[in-house]
């Protein structure tokens, strides 16, 4: 009864653990919800230490899922897969068994890259299964999502900047940006073409170097990285970066970038940050670029189209921010708000349709 109420209260429709002994597959896929359209997000794979961490990275990044679909104005649900393994022993055999599962859900669930699968695990699933996207150009994906993705965060830091800081242009603005991998590279070189001046943190040596010689950025130790005096913080790198501790000495007065769950504690974090002045981009508000690039190869992919739903995160979060001044809540509440609006109206709408077409059935006998 555990699961059932652990299921319960973040609100899924349904939750498959897959289990393939002939690959050693050990998977969990998650659908949260599917009223907006099928649910689609990534598979992340990791050497979870116990199912039950599993389970509560599967929950929590499914539910954020619908949000970020919901905001992004996309007919998706949120969904999320994990496949509990050591990154260094997957295989195709463990793809394909994972795409065969993911086919018995006949659409509900649509999958993607995440942590520690790529392109060409897609393509073994796309074997077994049309439900997948990020799938390698020649069989009709659009490759590596993270170009849309730093393009999305930088129109939103664009849009913070000028909330907070009351100015486009971001020549001259102090940015402090944590992890330079497949976003943070991409982001840097968009933020230096416009003048910014970048300090970077990595945990990887020969990535600082390489961003430091081709965008002068200053390299900084992570010890030293919370306290910056920059005008705004870029957590690029991995979730929970930001707590009850470093959030108190933080300098910067805006909070964008592109790692997935920022906030250790979305509610409380994310109100810590308002009451000190610090404008939060909210994490699924403005790194749903990649999204957005996966969803467009369903239904045929349109680059311009994308750009330019990508450019329009900007207007979103334009709104989230206005919305968090006006009624007075923290800029993750006012984005919570915007998304459960959205499927709520759509939940409505289809009720009513449902309703119309057995009243019309009622008025035909
Ligand atoms: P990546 O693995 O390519 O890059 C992450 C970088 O962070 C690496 O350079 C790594 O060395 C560094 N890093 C790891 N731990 C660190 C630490 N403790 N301190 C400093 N640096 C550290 O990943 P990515 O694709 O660039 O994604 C970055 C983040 O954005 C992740 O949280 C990911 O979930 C999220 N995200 C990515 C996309 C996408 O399109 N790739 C889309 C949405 C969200």
Redo the contacts with the bound molecule.
């Keep these: 009864m555990k699961l059932f109420s652990r299921i319960e209260s973040l609100g899924h429709e349904q939750v498959v653990v897959c289990h393939d002994p002939a690959s050693k597959l050990r998977a969990i896929i998650a659908i949260h919800d599917t009223t907006l359209g099928p649910s689609l997000g990534g598979t992340r794979l990791l050497p979870y230490e116990n199912e039950d961490d599993a389970l509560t990275d599967v929950l929590r990044l499914s539910r954020g899922m619908t949000y970020k679909a919901a905001c992004a104005g996309l007919s998706l649900g949120g969904g999320k897969a994990v496949i509990i393994a050591d990154p260094k022993q997957k295989t195709e055999q463990m793809f394909r068994a994972f795409g065969r599962f993911i086919d018995s859900l006949g659409g509900r669930y649509i999958t993607a890259e995440d ?1 520690n699968t790529n392109v060409t695990n897609m393509d073994h699933i796309r074997l077994e299964t049309r439900y997948v996207t990020g799938v390698s150009t020649g069989l009709g994906g659009s490759g590596d ?2 170009i849309m ?1 730093a393009k999305g965060i930088f129109y939103g830091i664009q849009e913070a900047v000028n909330h907070r800081l009351g100015k486009r242009d971001l020549n001259g603005v102090k940015i402090s940006l ?7 590279k991409h982001l840097c070189k968009m933020l230096y073409e416009k003048g910014v001046k970048l300090f970077v ?4 040596d020969k ?1 600082l170097k390489e961003i430091h010689s081709l965008y002068n950025a200053t390299i900084v130790a ?1 010890k030293d990285f919370y306290s910056l005096d920059v005008d705004l913080y870029a957590p ?4 929970a970066t930001l707590n009850s501790n470093n959030i108190q000495i933080l300098k910067a007065k805006i909070v964008a970038g ?3 769950n920022q906030l250790e504690d979305e509610d409380k974090h994310s109100k810590m940050l308002k009451d000190m002045k610090i404008l939060y981009a909210p994490d699924y508000v403005i ?1 749903a670029g ?1 999204l957005i690039n996966v969803a467009n190869e369903i239904t045929g992919y349109d680059p311009e189209k994308v750009e330019n739903e990508v450019a329009r995160i900007a207007n979103t979060l334009d709104s989230i921010f206005n919305e968090s001044d006006k009624q007075g809540v923290s800029t993750h509440e006012a984005a919570k708000r915007f998304a459960e609006n959205r499927i709520q109206n759509v939940a409505n709408l289809k009720n009513m349709t449902k309703f119309a077409s057995s009243a019309i059935g009622n008025l035909k006998k």
């Design positions: 942590m999502p993270s993705t944590q992890g330079v991998g497949s976003v943070g943190t990595d945990i990887d990535k992570e690029c790198a991995r979730g592109c790692a997935n790194n990649g």
